[in-house]
């Protein structure tokens, strides 16, 4: 395993924590879901036996280049480009399904995505309107903002930014479009703070605009759904899923999906059923976890970071 700038350039969120979580058994087989720069799965193999295995699964074809240079060499691991959506398909095809002993998900976007311009993912660099993961694929930002409704543009800025004045940007967007398409970051950051009158202290105004419009474009929150049901046919009895979340949206649904596993079934009131037949699938190991003041202290991005931990049961 050799380690390069791009990886240094990531500083995983809740290193130790996470992967303290996810192992169970040091010759067992795990996935993770989010390989990013490596920084977790470098974590992982360095606790795993020789006999141990790690899939790693990322939807950035930069990723998968930093994977192939960091562990050609380790023959512990492997990596599948792609959603991490896919990962029963992949599972089924190595005759993995319902043999993985700990998935581990560490949401959003690397620290490279968001730092290069080129990739569009931020206000702060002027670069082409581009935000997905996969470039392989897929609408860029600039095409879809170019091309959506005024009311489609308002949706996706409430739903996926939480944005007070959706429909005030939205409006905004479309107005400056019919003079001159999106084509830059920049463009789209000047209409947004130009047409929002308020936003939280100490955060830009195009933060909630830009992180709604990526989630959209990665189509971020429909992945999460199905990679959380379908962590329950892949993870062996005794398995772990661990995932870190960077927002409310993502959190909400992850602690969601948790306590209806942890619950089984709803059943009406009266109904006589013995506790095994709810249908329970998951037992919560812990409530929340967040990074503590020495990460914080040098990992800014860690702040909004949760873990939630899970365990197969049956
Ligand atoms: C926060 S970074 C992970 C960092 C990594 N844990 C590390 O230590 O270097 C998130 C990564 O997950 C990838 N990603 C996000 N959603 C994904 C999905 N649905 N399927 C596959 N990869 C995804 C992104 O491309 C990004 O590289």
Redesign the pocket.
Known sequence: MSQSLE?LS????L?HESVDALITDVNGFYV???????????EVLLRLSEDAQLMA????E??IAEADKQFSDEKRFSIRH?????LNQWLVEIEKLGKVNGI??????????LDEAHRGFSFMQDGPLDMR??RTKGETAAEWINSASQEDIARVLKEYGEERFSKRIARAIVDHRQEQPFATTHELSKVVTEANPAWEKGKHPATRAFQAIRIHI???LS??DV?LEQALAALAVGGRLVV?S?HSLEDRRVKRFIRQQVQGDRLPMGVPVRDEQLNKRLRSLGKVTKAGASELAHNPRARSAVMRVAEKIA
């Open positions: 990886q990531h500083q995983s969120v290193l993770d879901g989010t390989f990013g720069r490596g920084g977790h799965s470098r699964v990322d939807k950035d930069q990723a792609g959603s991490f959506s896919q581990l998900l560490d949401l959003g976007v690397s620290s490279p995505q993961m996969n990665n189509d971020e992945d999460l990679i870190i960077f």
